[in-house]
């Protein structure tokens, strides 16, 4: 793997000694690889990450992995409301509005090798390899519906549940019932809060709701993640909650 190390990012602080167990992935929403590399290597605009990739597929390293990137913003997965102090964060050179709009195979393949160096490196779990939508719902839609995930998925990189399990089906709407659990929104809820997160603003609000369901359908319900698979959306997260209940046990 090669990494470019010619432009350099001031934007950066110390990690609040905690340890690396994410990567997060953005898209950067601007028309070329130069204009980003400027944007985030500028001081003034307190942003940046580790890595950005180009569509040719090069690979700049902008801030050292030992500091603390600026990509991640206001966020939350589980408990942790740090994750710039707790990841890595690449930004992929991709932009729904300009001519970047597609991830070039190039660029794909990057990804992945620098996810499987990291995910190798620091020992991260895969299903803490995230997108920013899923750390930032409320207020991110990068990498975006258009993102691969089945390309990582495909490699045991990142977290995709077993859309086989149908048995599974029955024992979570007991348990639901059993907990007096009846609207398909409560369990939705639940259930999203349970794969890590943040449900907080979509509680009796069905604006942020739609937009929290959105930011899960867009990692997880993609339809190249679901080839021969006929379940509907609630279902489908039905399976992944049972997934990671009978991993947590
Ligand atoms: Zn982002």
Request: proline share 2%; net charge positive; glycine share 2%.
């Amino acid at each position: 793997m090669k990494l470019i190390h010619k432009f350099k990012s001031l934007n950066f602080d110390k990690r609040n000694n905690k340890k690396i167990s994410y990567i997060i992935l953005h898209y950067t929403a601007l028309p070329s690889i130069d204009e980003s590399i400027n944007f985030l290597c500028k001081a003034e605009n307190k942003v940046s990450c580790h890595y950005i990739i180009s569509q040719n597929g090069q690979i700049y390293n902008l801030v050292d992995e030992k500091n603390r990137a600026w990509h991640a913003g206001q966020s939350k997965w589980f408990a942790e409301r740090d994750l710039n102090s707790a990841s890595i964060g690449i930004e992929l050179d991709f932009s729904p509005n300009h001519n970047n709009n597609n991830f070039s195979k190039l660029l794909i393949n990057a990804l992945i090798v620098l996810t499987r160096y990291l995910k190798k490196k620091y020992n991260i779990d895969k299903k803490n390899i995230l997108g920013h939508s899923d750390i930032a719902p409320y207020r991110k839609i990068d990498p975006g519906k258009k993102f691969p995930w089945h390309k990582l998925n495909q490699l045991n990189l990142t977290y995709h549940p077993k859309a086989k399990n149908i048995l599974a089906l029955n024992k979570i709407r007991i348990w639901f019932k059993k907990n007096k659990i009846y609207t398909n929104e409560q369990k939705i809820l639940i259930m999203l809060n349970v794969i890590g997160y943040d449900i907080s603003k979509a509680i009796n609000n069905k604006y942020y709701y739609g937009i929290l369901l959105n930011s899960y359908r867009n990692h997880f319900f993609q339809r190249a993640n679901l080839k021969n698979s006929n379940l509907k959306l609630i279902n489908f997260i039905e399976l992944h909650f049972y997934n990671l209940l009978l991993t947590k046990v």
